[in-house]
């Protein structure tokens, strides 16, 4: 997505009349992205009139591209400044800006990490020229018009406000491989960064370069489950950005505290779905094992587990060996104390108090982890609880941490809150927020419509749109929410099935003969739940919304008693009057973990008609009280001038 895109003369004439900033917010409105960070709005006034001083030089000519905003593939991150054109040769160049106000930083013991005042507070940071460098990368990685023409990238940062006085803490030789890939300017640094840029661009491109970066096709974006073998080979399969960055060399630097200083640490980190908690959990799994420290990846899970078995063994692992790496949450009930040196548990909010086949082993699931390893990492979100047995929670953690005698961890600093699925939209998420009622959000009215969201009023024409995005690559699947009984389960029957829907649409449940359903070749006929699609990820969902969430007198909605009898995520607290606001919450999170497991697209059918019509209404709704806009040739938004 581009938010703003001009040529120079342009962005020059936006700066001075002091209008640059106001027609960037209303760019971002326009796309469904509701930004009120007046943080933000300020920055783009200070930091773009430097940009601005920057390319008024003659060797810049008036026609070059300038971008600001722009969203990279595949996440919610945004590319603070970008400058594109030709150098002296007909090149065709991108120079990537990463734009800070600080005045000073502070280095850290964590490598291509920071310490500095940022959004209202210091605290950890990604170094700015690893930002640029992780923000260039992940374009490369994912843009076939980068890849295809060629078109170089080069990133930079920019500090304009920084001291001198502070430079070491920010260029030193602890940096120095970041500082490589791009390059730091600070205060009093104009010219050497006028130098930068004009050694990759001087003059227009031959085409648009900005309009064909965002409008070229994305390259198929990695999923974990495909990657797993060859990160487990120590190969760097995903560029970790921002909080990822930090929640992951936060914990490489604590497990090597523990083991220097003979302590327990117990690190929280918080992340809604697609906020790439599983990534950093299993290349933190990948980088512990190759040091020679005892680790595993842990989760209540067995649809993961068992699809990341599938994935390594194809892998030429052996299979003891990943069963030592990929554990099931009650694996530890006879552990002893700092058995191993790390245990990363992802989905942490799926944790039980009991474990075993009878839930009668151990004492509690969160306790026995953290004892039995010197530090405990939990990747949790707590909305993403869905059965009455999940215990997980923040809280939950800290309790048993301070009983283990385990120091906590746990801050923003570490806190995913970028969406890497759902093609980037983190507005989608919102949306779905307000519109499960799990919560009142500012996308109400909508979100940015680059993800593939639609509605069927038939689910076999749903299934047939599944079906062609599945021939592609096999990554489509359908879900549905826990509302039909399992009888083919022991049925051999071809001609029963588990659910039956209006206009002939016949299915059954995933097999109970392969584990490894999400994965397999021939499954797509199945339908999946939420126990079998739960940590993992496809392209295209389609997800069949049954009649336990519907819309009635202007709201949405929850039904226990239209869930399937032999459900067991409401087992002990379906009928009790006490538990009603959990059974309502558990629904809500169901619903919302499914519509959150495609990458690019999802689709949904509704059994309940009503509930149908207002999430079209809700996707059409007009809106109201916005700035006149008009759509530009390169896809960004101006404020109409009269």
Same mark, same amino acid.
């Given at each position: 997505m581009l938010v703003y895109s001009a040529e120079k003369y342009q962005f020059h004439d936006d700066v001075i009349n002091h209008n640059i900033a106001q027609v960037i917010k209303s760019s971002l409105f326009h796309h469904g992205i509701f930004d009120e960070n007046d943080r933000e709005f300020i920055s783009w006034e200070n930091s773009l009139v430097r940009m601005d001083e920057v390319l008024e030089d003659d060797r810049f000519s008036d026609d070059i591209q300038v971008a600001v905003e722009y969203q990279v593939p595949q996440t919610a991150k945004r590319v603070d400044f970008i400058v594109s054109g030709a150098d002296e040769k007909g090149k065709e160049n991108v120079v990537i800006v990463e734009l800070k106000q600080w005045e000073r930083a502070q280095r850290t013991m964590r490598d291509g990490l920071v310490s500095a005042y940022t959004g209202g507070m210091t605290r950890v940071v990604a170094h700015p020229s690893y930002q640029a460098y992780s923000y260039a990368k992940t374009i490369e990685n994912f843009c076939s018009t980068v890849q295809d023409k060629p078109i170089s990238l080069y990133p930079c940062a920019y500090l304009h406000n920084y001291s001198r006085s502070y430079l070491d803490e920010l260029v030193n030789d602890s940096y120095q491989e970041v500082l490589d890939e791009a390059p730091v300017f600070i205060r009093n640094d104009l010219k050497k960064l006028r130098d930068f840029i004009g050694r990759y661009v001087r003059s227009a491109a031959k085409s648009n370069l900005m309009y064909e970066i965002d409008n070229g096709k994305i390259r198929p974006?990695? %999923?974990?489950?495909?990657?797993?073998? @060859?990160? +487990?080979?120590? =190969?760097?399969?995903?560029?970790? $950005?921002? &909080?990822?960055?930090?929640?992951?060399?936060?914990?490489?630097?604590?497990?090597?505290m523990a083991l220097m200083n003979n302590k327990k640490y117990t690190i929280i980190v918080e992340g809604g779905p697609g906020t790439g908690k599983s990534v950093v959990a299993v290349s933190l799994l990948a980088d512990l094992i190759t040091k020679g420290r005892t680790a595993c990846y842990v989760t209540k899970n067995a649809a993961p587990r068992n699809v990341y078995f599938e994935e390594l063994k194809q892998g030429k692992f052996r299979n003891n060996y990943v069963k030592f790496l990929f554990k099931g949450s009650g694996s530890f009930?006879?552990?002893?104390?700092?058995?191993?040196?790390?245990?990363?548990?992802?989905? %942490?909010?799926?944790?039980?108090?009991? @474990?075993? +086949?009878?839930? =009668?082993?151990?004492?509690?699931? $969160?306790? &026995?982890?953290?004892?039995?390893?010197?530090?405990?990492?939990?990747?949790?979100?707590?909305?993403?609880?869905?059965?009455?047995?999940?215990?997980?929670?923040?809280?939950?953690?800290?309790?048993?941490?301070?009983?283990?005698?385990?120091?906590?961890?746990?801050?923003?600093?570490?806190?995913?809150?970028?969406?890497?699925?759902?093609?980037?939209?983190?507005?989608?998420?919102?949306?779905?927020?307000?519109?499960?009622?799990?919560?009142e959000t500012a996308n109400a009215d909508g979100f940015d419509l680059d993800f593939d969201f639609r509605v069927f009023d038939n689910p076999l024409e749903m299934r047939e749109e599944l079906r062609k995005k599945n021939e592609i690559n096999n990554k489509a699947r359908m879900l549905a929410g826990y509302c039909y009984e399992w009888i083919t389960k022991n049925s051999n029957d071809l001609n029963v099935y588990d659910i039956e829907l209006p206009g002939g649409f016949k299915a059954r449940w995933n097999f109970s003969s392969t584990s490894t359903w999400a994965i397999d070749p021939d499954s797509f006929e199945q339908v999946g739940c939420i126990h079998t699609s739960q940590g993992l990820e496809?392209?295209?969902?389609?997800?069949?919304?049954?009649?336990?969430?519907?819309?009635e007198n202007g709201k949405v909605i929850t039904d226990s008693s239209r869930r399937a009898k032999s459900d067991?995520?409401?087992?002990?607290?379906?009928?009790?009057?006490?538990?009603?606001?959990?059974?309502?919450?558990?629904?809500?999170?169901?619903?919302?973990?499914?519509?959150?497991?495609?990458?690019?697209?999802?689709?949904?059918?509704?059994?309940?008609?009503?509930?149908?019509?207002?999430?079209?209404?809700?996707?059409?709704?007009?809106?109201?009280?916005?700035?006149?806009?008009?759509?530009?040739?390169?896809?960004?938004?101006?404020?109409?001038?009269?």
């Open positions: 974006s990695k %999923a974990l489950q495909d990657t797993l073998a @060859s990160m +487990m080979h120590g =190969n760097p399969e995903f560029i970790l $950005i921002d &909080e990822q960055k930090v929640a992951y060399e936060t914990v490489r630097r604590l497990v090597e009930v006879e552990s002893r104390e700092n058995d191993f040196d790390c245990l990363i548990v992802d989905e %942490a909010h799926r944790l039980n108090e009991k @474990s075993g +086949m009878y839930k =009668n082993k151990g004492v509690n699931q $969160i306790k &026995e982890i953290i004892d039995a390893s010197r530090v405990s990492v939990f990747f949790i979100d707590e909305d993403q609880v869905v059965t009455s047995s999940d215990i997980g929670s923040v809280c939950e953690i800290e309790k048993w941490a301070k009983i283990c005698g385990s120091e906590i961890f746990y801050n923003d600093d570490i806190k995913l809150t970028s969406q890497f699925r759902c093609n980037g939209s983190s507005g989608y998420v919102a949306f779905l927020d307000d519109l499960l009622g799990i919560r496809f392209d295209y969902i389609g997800i069949v919304i049954g009649k336990d969430l519907r819309y067991a995520s409401l087992r002990g607290i379906k009928n009790r009057p006490e538990y009603a606001e959990k059974v309502d919450r558990i629904i809500r999170n169901t619903y919302k973990v499914l519509m959150t497991r495609g990458q690019k697209g999802c689709y949904l059918y509704c059994e309940d008609s009503n509930l149908q019509q207002y999430i079209k209404s809700r996707l059409g709704a007009e809106e109201e009280d916005r700035p006149e806009l008009v759509a530009e040739e390169n896809t960004a938004y101006e404020v109409r001038r009269k």
